[in-house]
């Protein structure tokens, strides 16, 4: 494997690098304010792929298209075109269309719903072009350039799963951009099961037994959720049964007739997914039983864990660029596309591009001035990556 | 069909136009290189550190570094005490102090005072207004404004406006938007300008002109700026020297009864006065400028009163300095 590591090479051109970049500053800023102020909740980002592929064409981007998935890719050709690299970032966003999605700049920061996860990242592919071309760097791989849709909850990934099982493209390896945080080493993936528990009134005919039975879906929520937590504690250091939101009723004194209880399960370890799972069928089972309510588990997302090691070239390299910028390195599993492209044994990493804070709520916030370090890292890395041939 | 009706009819058949119109940028840039213009963008600002970094980043990455369209953006402000021009100037924007330009001829406290000076100040030949507090900017509000400029020379002045009639079975819905523009103007220019009613928007704050325009008209400092513009115009030129361009949503703060009242009364004294500079009013009383309004607090009501007064500036044409910098 003939390649050349940042320690070879010069640490003064990372650092002039990122100093050159500056001069891109308001069209990747105005990127990041468009990119952010379209809606884009997942299962609905059309408009957000018309953003981007409007972006690529003004760059002269090539094959340009959107796939059935609605993902959007455009491909900046090699000097050889050997190799093909994959940048992509997801479209989607967890926040509704009728949310307010106003960005707001100030000095040094911007803030508005989605901004770290993952509008700075949309913003990053649709700026990447110009940041190339900026600095005059022409890889000899094809980089493909993808934005996938579908990342949250329902959605499992299925933008990127449906690119990487029909594309015409065989990646050599990749890298996942997010928007926060900085800093972030990661390449593994954990084993995950996300999904829902329904509690439900049976139907009854019996007023008096319909209402009996309603009160007591607060209380069987209540009981599963105490279950949870014990399954939870029980779990070991490295698997968490991670309770994300309940919903249930609508006023104050009507009692409801279903409940719900969204989870998620984590791990390294595939098995023991597999194993928390199986007892949260068991315990579903036994509320079941119970008269007057139903009560079901339905499993919507699932990733196999996947994990390229500390000692893999990228990982190391990733790691050194970091250093290089004066960026501290921590090691951070994801559970977003990264999966999908280990699963497949491709050998990528997941980089974030700035520091922020309050990521999914609606007072989050990226700051600025590191992003700068954020594309430094971003650009070493593909250069490194077109420069050598990697395994998984 | 009245002869009125037909010349709006027909206005708004060949000045209106639509953003999307306007979509390439390329020609747009490349006409007006041929033309020879060149576009000086102005944000008014009295604190804005909200809403005017966002305006800057978006205007000056699509408008000067995408595509040259505008050749300089500044922001002139009445003397914010927030950041305002700290974050204005962060991302790129010249700004200046309104007090310091032309300090010879004071400084007077109002939006128009800004609008004003920045035709001494900026470059040119072109400019286009926009206001800072526009939550939704988009690069259109200040291209697809300018660009009726420069396809039609004959063109001197184009309006935004934001919320289209829209039929709705047999119902049209009114312009929206603007409450002081359907209570108040349209009513009154229906009175005694019908031609300016085709204006949608005639109080919007982005518009743009032509500087030999601009450079000879008269500016009130305050509320009345606009609409004085829009009469002033229409007298000399007529309603085809304008032109209005649907930008489609403008999102805003929204403002409060009161201080839509303090508006009115600034625009109704600009309309009075413009109204006896054309002879159209006789023997009208002195205007005064004490506005009153009142609240109540349980069961006593207080009177609370306010001077408004629509000072104005001259047209900057006349000032000695203007001729000298700008070589007119």
């Known amino acids: ?392 | 069909m009245s002869e009125t009706d037909e010349r709006i009819a027909r206005w708004l058949e060949t000045n209106t136009f639509h953003h999307s119109e306007f979509w390439d940028m390329q020609e747009l840039v490349r006409a007006k290189q041929e033309a020879g213009l060149t576009i000086s963008l102005c944000i008014p600002t009295l604190n804005e550190e909200n809403t005017i970094g966002k305006e800057i980043i978006v205007f000056k990455s699509e408008l000067m570094d995408r595509y040259p369209l505008i050749d300089e953006i500044a922001v002139i402000d009445s003397g914010s005490t927030d950041r305002t021009l700290e974050i204005a100037a962060s991302y790129g924007a010249d700004t200046y102090l309104s007090a310091d330009i032309l300090p010879g001829h004071g400084f007077k406290s109002g939006k128009g005072e800004n609008l004003w000076k920045a035709i001494y100040q900026l470059r040119g030949d072109i400019i286009c207004y926009v206001d800072a507090d526009i939550k939704n900017i988009h690069a259109k509000f200040a291209s697809a404004l300018v660009a009726p400029l420069i396809y039609r020379p004959e063109i001197q002045y184009v309006k935004a406006f934001y919320d289209r009639p829209l039929a709705v079975s047999d119902e049209v819905r009114p312009s929206g938007g603007g409450r002081v523009t359907e209570i108040l103007v349209r009513p009154l220019f229906s009175m005694f300008f019908p031609e300016l009613t085709a204006l949608i928007q005639p109080l919007s704050g982005e518009y743009a002109v032509r500087r030999e325009v601009l450079e000879r008209l008269p500016f009130p400092i305050g509320y009345g700026v606009e609409t004085s513009h829009l009469i002033d115009l229409y007298q000399s030129s007529g309603l085809d020297a304008f032109a209005q361009t649907d930008l489609d949503k403008r999102v805003h703060r929204n403002q409060s009864t009161t201080d839509l009242g303090k508006m009115s009364f600034g625009i109704l004294q600009s309309f009075l006065h413009r109204l006896e500079t054309y002879g159209m009013a006789k023997d009208l009383p002195e205007l005064h400028g004490l506005f009153r309004q009142f609240r109540a607090e349980g069961r006593r009501y207080e009177q609370v009163t306010r001077e408004i007064l629509e000072e104005e500036r001259p047209p900057m044409i006349t000032l000695p300095e203007y001729r000298e910098r700008h070589g007119r």
Request: with cysteine.
């Open chain 1, 1 to 392: 494997m003939a390649r050349k590591t940042i320690k070879q090479g010069s640490h003064t051109t990372l650092l002039a690098q990122r100093e050159a970049l500056r001069s891109l500053r308001e069209i990747l800023f105005a990127n990041v304010v468009m990119a952010g102020e379209i809606p884009a909740p997942t299962g609905y980002e059309r408009r957000i792929t018309r953003f981007l592929s409007d972006r690529f064409t003004e760059c002269g981007l090539d094959n340009i298209s959107l796939d059935q998935a609605g993902n959007v890719a455009g491909v900046i050709s090699g000097r050889t075109g050997r190799r093909n690299l994959l940048v992509a970032a997801h479209v989607d966003k967890i926040w509704a269309e009728s949310e307010d999605h106003t960005v707001s700049v100030g000095v040094g920061e911007m803030g508005g719903r989605g901004l770290a996860d993952n509008s700075l990242g949309v913003a990053v592919l649709a700026t990447l072009p110009l940041i190339l071309d900026e600095l005059g760097i022409a890889l000899d791989a094809n980089l493909i350039l993808l934005g996938t849709t579908r990342s949250f909850g329902r959605g499992d990934l299925r933008g990127m799963r449906f690119f990487l099982e029909n594309s015409a493209w065989e990646i050599d390896s990749a890298l996942c951009l997010e928007g926060i945080e900085l800093g972030r080493l990661s390449f593994s993936s954990l084993g995950m099961a996300r999904g829902e528990i329904v509690v439900e009134v049976s139907r009854l005919h019996d007023e008096d037994a319909l209402n009996e039975a309603a009160s007591g879906v607060i209380a069987t929520l209540s009981e599963l959720i105490e279950a949870m937590l014990e399954i939870n504690r029980r779990g070991g250091p490295d698997t968490r049964l991670l309770i994300g939101s309940i919903e249930s009723g609508s006023g104050y004194s009507v009692p409801p007739r279903q409940g719900l209880v969204r989870f998620e399960i984590r791990s390294l370890d595939a098995g023991h997914v597999a194993e928390v799972e199986e007892e949260l069928v068991q315990l579903v089972e036994r509320f079941s039983g119970r008269e007057g309510t139903s009560v079901g588990i339905e499993i919507i997302a699932r990733r196999r864990p996947g994990n390229l090691g500390l000692e893999h070239p990228l990982v190391r390299e990733a790691g050194e660029i970091l250093a290089v910028l004066g960026v501290e390195s921590r090691i951070e599993p994801s559970v977003s596309e990264l999966a999908a492209l280990l699963d497949r044994r491709i050998p990528s990493l997941t980089l974030g591009l700035t520091k922020g804070e309050n990521r999914h709520s609606p007072e989050e916030s990226i700051l600025l001035d590191p992003i700068f370090d954020g594309l430094a890292q971003l650009v070493a890395m593909l250069q490194f990556m077109d420069g050598g041939d990697f395994t998984f």
